[in-house]
């Protein structure tokens, strides 16, 4: 993989505490004017080939791939204009801003012969996968319950009036896509689409600051909690009439969990984001299409449920 990586953030920075154990050939770096110092040093220490701040012409260097790190509204423009230079493009979550966006993206790439890969670590986090493999061994789901609240660092600076774009309604923010996204994965990866969704939010400025979204199965129900305005311990779980599973991390950094009081733990030591990252290179390098299309299928699972709960709770972005 020659990489061009798109953003200098928090998430960036979380990439590079595993990026040197993964198999690249050549990364460049893009940054803006103002935080090209951050982009060279990162670019230093992780041995770079170089650091642009022009996005076209990183786009007609000779990588590959890029990866798409900026907040959520710019996805979309950022991944169409990779793709009509013929890159792959990993982008983080979520990847598209409504399902309008995803259709578009995927007919592009579909002519342009290019992959579209989300960097939702879930997926592919050994202990996640073991898991979908143990639910067979539980009766009948009756219940999923899925809980991830975080008090923002910016929440404080939203009620008194700074709103950043983690809470800007014109960047599409909000807890739904920011936080409640991994509970949908998590949830889409072991049960596919459900049949309903609701999205009770607290709103302030436009925005979600914090909700329940409720997805109906038909057979079953689920609950996912996201939270950006308030705390609570971690605590997932999916119930059947016979036994349990219980998750006391976030579902997309999960290393263990308890299954009928039985502790299975495949915590190997890496970043959640060298799970993916590892699998993204081999996808791409053995040009498995089968992978890339499951993968993409939760994708647009994601955008569908993401489109369909705003609207049920009223919260409308620019792009729609």
Same mark, same amino acid.
């Given at each position: 993989m020659k990489l061009g990586i798109i953003g200098t953030g928090k998430i960036v920075a979380d990439l590079m505490e595993t990026y040197d154990l993964l198999p690249i050939e050549k990364t460049y770096i893009l940054s803006t004017p103002r935080s090209v110092e951050k982009a060279q040093k990162i670019a230093d220490e992780h041995h770079f080939a170089g650091v642009y701040t022009s996005y076209e012409d990183l786009l007609q260097s000779d990588i590959d791939t890029v990866y798409i790190a900026l907040p959520n509204h710019l996805h979309y423009d950022y991944a169409l204009q990779a793709i009509n230079a013929h890159k792959h493009v990993i982008c983080e979550k979520p990847f598209v801003v409504n399902s309008l966006q995803f259709d578009t993206l995927v007919q592009a790439a579909k002519e342009a012969h290019v992959f579209l890969l989300e960097a939702m670590t879930i997926h592919a986090?050994?202990?996640?996968?073991?898991?979908?493999?143990?639910?067979?061994?539980?009766?009948?789901?009756?219940? #999923?319950?899925?809980?991830?609240?975080?008090?923002?660092?910016?929440?404080?600076? =939203? @009620? *008194?009036?700074?709103?950043?774009?983690?809470?800007d309604v014109h960047k599409a923010g909000g807890a739904l896509y920011d936080l409640n996204v991994y509970n949908i994965n998590f949830m889409i990866g072991l049960f596919g689409a459900p049949q309903k969704v609701n999205y009770l939010a607290n709103i302030a400025h436009g925005i979600d600051t914090s909700g329940i979204l409720t997805m109906d199965y038909g057979s079953f129900k689920a609950v996912l909690i996201g939270a950006k305005d308030c705390a609570a311990p971690l605590m997932n779980t999916i119930q059947s009439d016979d036994g349990s599973i219980l998750i006391d &991390?976030? #579902?997309?950094?999960? &290393? %263990?969990?308890?299954?009928?009081?039985?502790? @299975?733990?495949?915590?190997?030591?890496? %970043?959640?984001?060298?799970? *993916?990252?590892? *699998? =993204?290179?081999?996808?791409?390098?053995?040009?498995?299409?089968?992978?890339? *299309?499951?993968?993409?299928?939760? &994708?647009?699972m994601e955008a569908d449920i993401l489109t369909q709960a705003r609207q049920s709770a009223g919260i409308v972005f620019d792009q729609d």
């Open positions: 986090m050994p202990a996640y996968q073991a898991l979908k493999k143990d639910l067979s061994s539980l009766g009948s789901i009756k219940i #999923v319950s899925l809980n991830y609240s975080q008090y923002s660092s910016r929440y404080d600076a =939203f @009620k *008194e009036g700074t709103i950043l774009p983690a809470f &991390t976030p #579902v997309s950094r999960m &290393t %263990h969990y308890n299954i009928k009081n039985q502790l @299975k733990d495949y915590d190997e030591q890496h %970043h959640a984001m060298y799970y *993916e990252f590892k *699998e =993204f290179i081999r996808i791409i390098h053995e040009n498995d299409e089968k992978k890339a *299309e499951e993968l993409l299928s939760y &994708t647009e």
